[in-house]
């Protein structure tokens, strides 16, 4: 064997290197923890609580793309499912997070801009919201309500002004959290000095 072919060199071809798994992991730990802040919102529907768990996932779905963002949201809730047997609630925010998460990390990539972070996030809200009231009307029917008729009269007071309240403030804290962090997390050809992203 000559002494060129003992030079072997191997290539690591995992879409995801180690420091992105353990960000991913670390974040997934945060949301699981903020699962459990419990924030009423509204006076009216006190049962409707916030919690600042799909910041981390957005955060890394802007960092790492849409993929790993649903990831991280989606292992969160299975594990906050699997600690307080909540299936029923854990399928409903599934819903919400992955439209809140995969359209904004989706545009982001995009339009890779502040502008973009913004539109991006907008559209997340709007799905999410309209997520929330669909899967109220389903999930939360078959599950939870016994008839939509439950539900229907808190759609206007209650439902949609807390989802669209909640996925405001996950908005505004992305934004704030991803331009503190993001050229700590995000690859470094990426990284713009100052801002959310070049």
């Not at 030079?7 to 699981?32: E, G, P, R, Y």
């Not at 939509?148 to 989802?163: G, H």
Request: proline share 6%; aromatic share 10%; glycine share 8%.
């Amino acid at each position: 064997m000559s002494e060129q072919s003992t030079h072997i060199q191997f290539k690591n071809t995992n879409k995801w290197d180690t420091k992105q798994l353990v960000t991913m992991a670390l974040m997934c730990a945060i949301a699981t923890l903020f699962m459990f802040v419990q924030i009423p919102l509204l006076p009216a529907a006190p049962f409707l609580t916030y919690d600042p768990s799909f910041v981390p996932a957005m955060v890394i779905g802007f960092a790492y793309g849409a993929g790993p963002g649903a990831a991280v949201g989606a292992l969160a809730i299975v594990i906050h499912a699997l600690i307080t047997g909540d299936w029923v609630g854990a399928l409903m925010n599934l819903v919400a997070a992955l439209l809140f998460i995969l359209p904004a990390a989706i545009l982001y990539k995009k339009m890779h801009t502040y502008k973009g972070a913004i539109i991006g996030l907008i559209l997340g809200v709007v799905l999410a919201t309209l997520g929330s009231i669909v899967a109220n009307l389903t999930i939360g029917v078959w599950f939870w309500y016994g008839s939509a008729d439950v539900i229907l009269p808190l759609m206007i007071p209650a439902v949609i002004p807390f989802n669209l309240l909640k996925t405001i403030l996950n908005s505004v804290l992305t934004l704030v959290v991803y331009k503190a962090v993001s050229n700590l997390i995000t690859p470094k050809k990426k990284q713009v000095k100052g801002r959310v992203s070049e």
